[in-house]
């Protein structure tokens, strides 16, 4: 059995002002309509109270309403109601949005994307807040959101380094040991990963340098993740893949699943499940840390965390 609350009302055929009143408050809640003037939502909805409120304001302005229980006994009449939910075609609306702004996003200056993107993720969660039985509609929205962030900040990225065709050599570890490393200032995603998989499995006694320009690599040091660089992004791995291959770590499946997420994060493409927790955590320790050493120390800590998590699933 499955419970929804029903409203059942009567306007004044008059008061054209109330009609629109409660038409808009009812239409926010994304309740559906199962006959002419009876409005049904799950009963345990966020939005079921604003059916009380609209029954005590039909009732204030003289109409009839009376809300009440509606119990579905049977998986035909389950079905039924269930269907009057269906979001589909608002997704699939909104999936041709995202795709046309994806389309417009190089013709874009970095305001006027950000603002876009804002718009349309605004637009995505107004209807998962009324999609109360999501389904595969809104799994492949929330992907095709995911690519369209992804690939307005890769647009719009200072400074990020361009993607080289060329064969990536086996080296030895051992023979990069207790260097110097150097990267571009202001550490994001695929930069702090590398700092990350630099100390925990190449270099244990790295020591980095944050620097404006390639120009700025001190004597010696080995670059990472910009144009020039000994290590960068090759064909379409970024550079914590490029780390991963050329030092024989492709075997740790943990390494490999972590670098899933950071290449979505990075440059988008196939959406990852746990990409957008790590980037929410990377955000909040940007913005609190004082320098890019301490953003660096941080987050090393929570790809230490992932690493674990992913380790343990393989595991078991």
């Given at each position: 059995m499955t419970v929804f609350l029903a409203l059942l009302t009567s306007l004044p055929t008059g008061n054209s002002t109330l009609r629109m009143r409660v038409w808009r408050a009812l239409r926010n809640t994304g309740c559906a309509v199962l006959r002419d003037g009876v409005y049904v939502l799950p009963v345990d909805a966020p939005q079921a109270p604003a059916l009380v409120e609209a029954e005590s304001a039909v009732k204030a302005a003289g109409g009839f309403a009376m809300s009440a229980e509606l119990n579905l006994k049977t998986s035909a009449q389950l079905e039924h109601?269930?269907?009057?939910f269906d979001r589909s075609s608002d997704y699939?609306?909104?999936v041709e949005?995202?795709?046309a702004a994806k389309r417009g996003l190089p013709r874009l200056g970095k305001r006027r994307a950000d603002t876009l993107v804002q718009r349309l993720h605004r637009s995505f969660e107004e209807v998962t807040a009324i999609d109360f039985y999501p389904g595969e509609a809104r799994s492949q929205a929330s992907a095709a959101m995911s690519v369209l962030e992804a690939e307005a900040q890769r647009l719009h990225a200072v400074n990020e380094p361009h993607a080289v065709r060329r064969k990536t050599r086996r080296l030895?570890?051992?023979t990069f040991r207790n260097r110097t490393w150097a990267t571009r200032k202001d550490l994001w995603v695929d930069r702090l990963a590398c700092v990350w998989l630099i100390?925990?499995?190449i270099d244990r006694h790295a020591k980095f340098v944050w620097i404006d320009r390639p120009g700025d690599r001190p004597r010696g040091a080995?670059?990472?993740d910009y144009d020039g660089a000994r290590f960068t992004h090759v064909e379409s791995r970024v550079t914590y893949e490029v780390l991963v291959g050329?030092?024989?770590l492709g075997h740790d499946h943990a390494l490999v699943a972590l670098g899933d997420a950071v290449h979505f994060l990075d440059v988008g493409g196939i959406p990852v499940a746990d990409a957008r927790g790590l980037e929410t955590i990377l955000k909040g320790i940007k913005g609190r840390a004082r320098s890019d050493d301490e953003t660096a120390l941080e987050a090393g800590k929570i790809f230490d965390h992932f690493y674990s998590a992913y380790a343990q699933k393989r595991a078991g």
């Open positions: 109601v269930r269907g009057l699939g609306a909104l949005r995202i795709g030895d570890p051992a100390r925990r499995f080995l670059g990472f050329s030092f024989g």
